[in-house]
């Protein structure tokens, strides 16, 4: 069975700094990875995601992330923060080949970007 | 383009009581999902429905049902609803399942919110 973690509850980071939001996973065999970012009173929105090729991978809204498969982590970053990432950010898993409903989804990280 | 449509967007309900989620895309998707989404725990698969036609159990579907009217329409019906169902809930839908391989993206509703007191 797959699984994802995001270790923390919320992250915190002043405009115009570097953010990261943490992702680590569990699956037997490759991953499909995705993260997704969910404004205030709104649907969750796909933001990127790792299916092969580069470990870097890059989306929208100048986020990117980095696959590291010795880590089993995909962390989302981004180089100079804005007021208005402010959201909640859920990272997702599923084993290569499978479909959308062995989707894992993580519990959420809030990040909170302040003036 | 409206994309995933629910309505209604926020509900109260007596213990007991029943209703249907409705919800409905214009994208001409084949696959379409409901999930509730809970503090703490992400979002929980409670059905889907591969194509017209099919719907599947997903992680959480006890106490719920649900109908693929159409290829647009997959309604969430609860029929006597319990304090433990007081969740926001989502509309998703994709392509198809040949096509997610590829885009990887899940196109949401913006939710129903819904109390059970």
């Known amino acids: 069975a797959q699984s994802v973690a995001q270790p923390e509850d919320q992250v915190n980071v002043a405009e115009g700094n570097p953010l990261t939001v943490k992702c680590t996973y569990s699956?037997?065999?490759?991953?499909?990875l995705f993260w997704y970012v969910q404004y205030p009173n709104r649907g969750l929105q796909f933001l990127l995601k790792?299916?092969?090729?580069?470990?870097l991978v890059k989306g929208s809204y100048g986020f990117e992330a980095e696959f590291n498969k010795s880590q089993t982590s995909f962390h989302l970053k981004k180089p100079s923060a804005l007021v208005s990432d402010s959201a909640l950010y859920f990272c997702?898993?599923?084993?290569?080949?499978?479909?959308?409903?062995?989707?894992?989804f993580g519990t959420g990280t809030r990040l909170l970007v302040s003036p | 383009n409206a994309g995933v449509t629910q309505t209604p967007k926020f509900q109260v309900l007596k213990t007991g009581q029943s209703m249907t989620l409705q919800c409905a895309q214009d994208m001409n998707h084949n696959s379409m999902y409901w999930y509730r989404q809970d503090p703490g725990m992400g979002l929980r698969l409670i059905y889907y429905s591969a194509s017209e036609g099919t719907t599947d159990k997903g992680e959480v579907p006890n106490g719920y049902n649900v109908s693929r009217l159409n290829k647009r329409e997959f309604s969430l019906r609860l029929e006597s609803a319990a304090p433990s169902q007081t969740s926001v809930y989502f509309c998703a839908s994709i392509p198809g399942q040949r096509d997610a391989m590829a885009t990887g993206e899940l196109f949401f509703g913006e939710g129903s919110r819904l109390t059970v007191l």
């Open positions: 790792y299916i092969t090729g580069d470990n």
């Open positions: 699956v037997s065999g490759n991953p499909y």
């Open positions: 997702a898993v599923r084993r290569e080949n499978t479909g959308f409903q062995k989707l894992v």
